[in-house]
């Protein structure tokens, strides 16, 4: 099946995508399994695992303080703001992944900062190799090149912000149930993938602006 493994909805503040209209886009896309990795909630995947009748991963960007980590698996949201080390400890509790988003793209993200980055290698399940949004070709061959060197698992995402991007990025995967065997099915999967146009990117920044300013004016 295909699975899309970094997915944001309405629930994040940069993104404006109905829970409905991600369920339609994955059945048009022929997605068989998605992970909803809104920043700093999982309400919004618990949600998505109640209505979806395919498999939904529950999943969490969280923003630590050397920025983002993905947390699959979780059962209990984890805030913003802890560091590194105590963002993968609580997703290890909660017997969850951790997997680095984008770890080489700078542009408008916050990968974990390289110096954070080296020391907790041990921590990290799974390094995003190729994501949808990442403007330059060159941010997903160093993710690959570092995950290929380290010999971690590889993963995709379309990282959608917007319904229209979901299944830009995907691996194509057998079925699994929990984390060990997603981790085999992963490993041995196959990904796939095209960049989103910069005009899209642009366009859903511009879109989401009022809710993340409403956003910030209450944290």
């Known amino acids: 099946m295909k699975v899309d493994l970094h997915v944001h909805t309405c629930y994040s503040p940069d993104s404006l995508s109905s829970l409905e209209d991600i369920v ?13 990795t809104d920043h700093g909630t999982i309400e919004g995947a618990l949600r998505m695992k109640e ?11 969280v923003m630590s303080t050397a920025g983002e980590i993905i947390g699959y698996f979780l059962n209990e949201g984890i805030p913003a703001g802890l560091t590194p080390t105590q963002v993968m400890s609580r997703i290890k509790t909660q017997g969850g992944l951790v997997c680095l988003p984008h770890p080489f793209d700078g542009l ?3 990968p974990l900062k390289e110096t954070d980055r080296e020391g907790l290698l041990s921590q990290i399940d799974v390094i995003e ?3 949808a949004r990442s403007i330059r070709k060159n941010f997903s061959e160093q993710a ?4 290929e060197r380290h010999g971690f698992i590889q993963s995709a995402g379309s990282d959608a912000h917007s319904v229209s991007e979901i299944g830009n990025a995907y691996v194509q995967m057998v079925e699994f149930n929990g984390p060990e065997e997603f981790k085999t099915a992963l490993a041995q999967g196959q990904i796939f993938g095209r960049r989103n146009s910069i005009r899209n990117r642009v366009m859903t920044v511009l879109a989401t602006m009022p809710k993340r300013v409403r956003y910030r004016c209450h944290v």
């Open 144 to 147: 690959l090149q570092f995950a």
């Open 129 to 131: 190799v190729f994501n």
């Open 108 to 110: 408008g993200r916050h």
């Open 24 to 36: 339609e886009r994955c059945q048009t896309m022929g997605i068989g399994c998605i992970a909803v």
């Open 51 to 61: 209505m979806a009748s395919f498999p939904v991963i529950v999943g969490e960007e």
